[in-house]
Structure formats: C-alpha cells, structure tokens
C-alpha cells in the first residue's frame, strides 16, 4: 500500500526517478536547501519522523531519526548530530533572546504554529510571506518568484543593512554590538575595567585568605605535636 502511495505520487510528480528525490546526491553547495538542511543537522534537529506503520499511516516507520542522521552524513560527508540543548540555551528556547532578529513566516506553512509570531527583541522584525509554500523558494538563488516574495526578501535585505549601519548619536536604540545580553542597558568598557579590577582583587584576597588559613593550620599541627611529644616525655 505504501508502494503504491509513493508510485502515485512519483507520477502526479513527473518524476517518477527516486534518485531524482534524493538529496544526498546534491553536492553543489549554491542549492538553495544545503544551508537550511545543515542547521537541521548541526543545530535544531527538526526531523519529521513517523510513528507505527497502520493502514492510515503514508510514511514508513524507517523514516526516523537514525535515517535523517545518515541522509545528514551523506550529504555533508561527516557525521552530524545536532546539538539541540546548545541551540536552545544560545537562543532563549521558547523564550527567545537577543537582537538582529528576522522572523520570516508564511500563512501557508503548515509550520506556521510553532514559528515566532510576534516579538518585541530589539532590531528585530515579524516578515509575513504570503502564500510561500517552502522557505526554500525564499532563500537566495531562486530567481523566478513571485513579486510577494521578492519584496520580503527586500524587507530582509534593507533590515540586516539597519543592522550595520552606525547609529546617530541622538538615536536611543542599542547598536547590535552593544546589546549582547539580555540586559536593557549596555556596558561599557570603564564598567568592564572596573568589574575587571574588583575581580583580581577578590582574587587576591581570596589567595591570602587561603595562605592564611594554611599556616594557621601549620602552627596548629605543630604545638599539638610538640604537647603530644612532652607528654610522652614525662
């Protein structure tokens, strides 16, 4: 029944050559889904896997997280396991933190629930797509899109611009290299020298402390055996 799913489906396709689905085999790194399907590997690990073969089940039960590993490792030419916990303690999980943000959704994603919707990081802006069926005809290299999509990438372009162009003097929001916390405020390099200076004098303190106690400890050893050797003396 799967067979037979998958052969009808190769043929509404067009291609009905399974090698011509298989990703592995595009080693040209300018195709568009390389980068998309690398942060998938190295970082989120956003596999769609399936449950139990049953009649009302379409993808085999093989299509699980070991298979995309291996598609992983056939495509890049190294072994890859995404590294999901650094990935969610870097960004924030589902609490996510930091500027220079662009959230590209679409309202046909059939993702579009589990992606970002609104958000009030500094620098960062909510791009709604239109109708764009697969974030691969948004990344760079596809020429022949439609017009809605060509403007949200001009939205992208003109925000990352934003991004490196120097603040005024008078402008009140963070440069992106100033807000590298999720502190409101910036610190700066006096700040920064002086947490520098209060840390090697804790340090130093600390050591004397240290060096401190150790030679009370001595003093204390040494009378309680000189006490020890008088009194076997007498």
């Avoid at 139990?52 to 190294?78: A, M, Q, R």
């Avoid at 760079?140 to 809605?148: A, K």
């Avoid at 992106?176 to 920064?192: D, G, K, N, R, V």
């Amino acid at each position: 029944q799967y067979a037979a799913l998958v052969s009808q489906l190769l043929e509404l396709s067009g291609m009905t050559d399974c090698d011509a689905w298989n990703i592995a085999t595009a080693t040209n790194p300018d195709d568009s889904f390389r980068p998309t399907f690398y942060l998938d590997c190295s970082s989120f690990g956003q596999f769609e896997t399936a449950g139990t073969d049953s009649p009302t089940t379409i993808v085999s039960h093989k299509v699980n997280y070991l298979w995309y590993l291996s598609v992983c490792e056939d495509l890049f030419g190294t072994v890859l396991v995404p590294n999901v916990d650094q990935t969610n303690t870097v960004y924030g999980a589902l609490e996510p933190w930091g500027t220079n943000y662009a959230f590209v959704t679409s309202t046909s994603d059939p993702f579009r629930a589990l992606v970002v919707n609104e958000t009030t990081l500094p620098q960062s802006e909510i791009i709604r797509v239109a109708t764009l069926t697969s974030i691969f005809s948004f990344l760079p290299g596809d020429t022949d899109i439609p017009t809605n999509v060509r403007e949200a990438r001009s939205k992208v372009l003109s925000l990352m611009e934003s991004w490196l162009t120097p603040p005024s003097h008078d402008s009140s929001s963070p440069s992106p290299m100033q807000s590298i916390t999720p502190s409101s405020t910036a610190t700066t390099q006096s700040e920064l020298s002086g947490i520098s200076w209060t840390l090697y004098l804790l340090m130093f303190v600390g050591v004397a402390c240290c060096l401190l106690l150790t030679a009370i400890m001595v003093l204390a050893i040494m009378q309680f055996t000189q006490q020890k050797l008088r009194a076997q003396r007498v």
